[in-house]
């Protein structure tokens, strides 16, 4: 009987580590919780600029005086500054439609002092999943499995609402025209957006 009873606990305590497991590496909760982000175009193209400042004060050279600068001694300190360049101009923008999930809302590229960012616009409305990657195409053609030829750009940060993706220097804008929401756990395309 004993041996019946921890044959019992030792199957029941395996069948708990697989649903355990099985839950991590799938994530079903994933499709029914939104994770919502709410970044804006400004904070794109803010940027943080450390600017050097001198100042030099020139004493006699026959002055001792404690603290006092001496000739050719220049004290030099550093303040940051956070500056917010004028004007990102849209260069692409498109309409988000799901691939067998739900998906609304826009994507736009903005550039700006040779920087580009795509932006998923504050109507962004995908439906989550899990291990969710956005990703930029030269084609809409992902029908038989992962593109080969796109460019990565990172981890979805959430499936609702305005954030911002800074577009590397391999993006081209005459080449990548398609936006994609890829789940690469299920090699599936949840949303793609045409860009024109």
């Not at 970044?39 to 050097?52: D, G, I, N, S, Y």
């Not at 067998?100 to 809302?105: K, R, V």
């Not at 990172?154 to 936006?179: A, F, S």
Request: aromatic share 8%; net charge negative; charged share 15%.
């Amino acid at each position: 009987m004993d041996v019946i009873r921890r044959y019992r606990w030792l199957v029941i305590g395996g069948l708990a580590v697989l649903v355990v497991g099985a839950f991590l590496a799938f994530r079903p909760d994933k499709l029914f919780v939104d994770d919502a982000v709410d970044e804006t175009l400004a904070e794109a193209f803010t940027t943080t600029q450390v600017t050097p400042v001198t100042t030099s004060t020139t004493m006699p050279a026959s002055s001792t005086s404690p603290g006092a600068s001496q000739p050719g001694d220049p004290s030099t300190t550093t303040s940051s500054t956070t500056t917010a360049p004028q004007g990102p101009t849209a260069t692409a923008t498109g309409m988000f439609s799901g691939i067998d999930h739900s998906a609304t809302g826009t994507a736009t590229v903005y550039e700006q002092g040779g920087t580009s960012v795509l932006r998923f616009e504050d109507d962004t409305d995908i439906q989550n999943g899990p291990d969710l990657y956005v990703w930029l195409l030269a084609s809409d053609n992902y029908d038989g499995g992962a593109p080969d030829a796109h460019l990565d750009l990172g981890k979805i940060k959430g499936n609702v609402g305005g954030q911002n993706y800074e577009l590397p220097g391999e993006y081209d804008p005459t080449v990548h025209r398609v936006v994609l929401v890829w789940c690469k756990r299920f090699a599936v395309p949840f949303a793609a957006a045409p860009l024109a």
